[in-house]
């Protein structure tokens, strides 16, 4: 008797096996079909580093990036290289003349894009940049400050399409009220020391 | 010189649809099994994917035939021959309708099974033939998942011999036409059937002899181009005669349910049986992509302990009923 039950728990078992199976062959499908059709990537998601360049004002079409070096010191792994000018407007002092990428040291850390006090390099989606030639992994994302049109065709094709915010709306409001919060609460601190300060020194 | 001539066309008509089966079969295969996975399957070459098993074809035969320098010639030259030879001539007694097929024997049933067996000698050349260790584990395997499952697939399907009282496939048909379908009469013999199928077309759950995961690719690692297309050919060929046995068996071959089968044109009942036998390939597809590989010794345990049993118990049932019904 047990081994007859046995038998039919076993049967019962694969039938419940087969209609998983069989449910599955009417859900959809989760593949994407890569060249013509792209995944859905997050706003934060990290491709390549992509750089700004002013859209407006007598100098749009230059690059926003200044040459503060701030990337280039913070960079882990030394993969930036900037070389400067002085600025053509003449409230600013520099320029960068080139902004050299090796993407083949490059480790995608972000850091360089949060150390930029200008927005002037982002995180592009893109993330399927390929190349016959190592050399080409250099990428030069400015050249002689201002961009003509080919080299920045040639940097939006090698860098990303469309630029996204890395740090979605709501993301930004939450750091910018702990910033608030922690900047208030400093300020008390500060007062309350001098507050404490003021009469011992009298 | 009329005999010659009618088997010319009949094994070249034979041919051609055996193999337009197999590429719409592993074409089929592909789209089933990557729905199951939740994937699209084949989709670039021609319209939906349809041509993608033609280019693959086109490929193995143009891919240089690779021989192992200490494999035995002659074995390995005729075990691809045999493995795609012997489903082939299985389906001479196939009948696809009431007037069309190419001979029925009267001991027919013997016959297919006598064939189906001998698929075994060509997976064990091959083990032999291509002096490789896979090779040899997959073919011995193979021998033992035979002995094993051949006899309760016979057992099996003998209450359907009982209760038609004949071997002939065509008449075991017309008797279902007067009665109803087997598959009312015998029910533990259709599972017991199908699982023995299976197990005997090797195909997962029961594909021990080729294990991907375990043994590369079992008893045909050492083939290439034309050879293994061969093999592959047979598989689905061997997979075809199973289906074909079973709806001929069990599910009433090419008769149309509650209709008077009489006055059908064979067109349709052409229709009829291939409808039938492609609805038992997409299940043996549906098997292959639920169920996991069988342990060797699950195999052996499943087939003596579980299987035969139940055939014996079945056949002694079903002569039973016969001889007092008589």
Redesign the interface.
Known sequence: MKYLIS?LSG?WN?LV??G???K????????V?YPEDRKQLADRYIGYVKMMYETEGEFSSYTKCVACMACVVVCPVSCIQVTNEKHPDPTKKRIAKEFILDYVKCEFCNLCIEACNFDAIVMSHDYDVSMYDRAAMDMILVKDMKHNNDLYEESRRQTGAEYKPIISPREREIVEVINKKEYEERLKKAAAKAAENTPAQS | MEILLFGIIGVVVLFSVIALNALILVYMERKVSAWMQSRLGPNRVGPFGLFQTTADIVKLILKENIRNDQSDKVIYFLAPILAFVAPFAAFVTVPIANTIGIRDLDMGAVYIFALGSSVIFSIIWAGYGSNSRYALIGAMRSAAQMVSYEVPMITAVLGVFLIAGSLSMREIVTMQANQTWFIVYQPLGFILFLIAGTAEANRAPFDLPEAESELVAGFHTEYTGLKFAFFFLGEYAAMLVSCCLIVLLFLGGWLVPFVDNSIIPAWIHITVFMIKVYLMIFLMMWFRWTFPRMRVDHLMGFGWKVLLPLAFINLVATGAVVLILK
Request: hydrophobic share 45%.
């Open positions: 038998i049967f694969l096996g087969l998983v199976t069989f599955y062959m009417f859900k959809t499908k989760t593949t079909e």
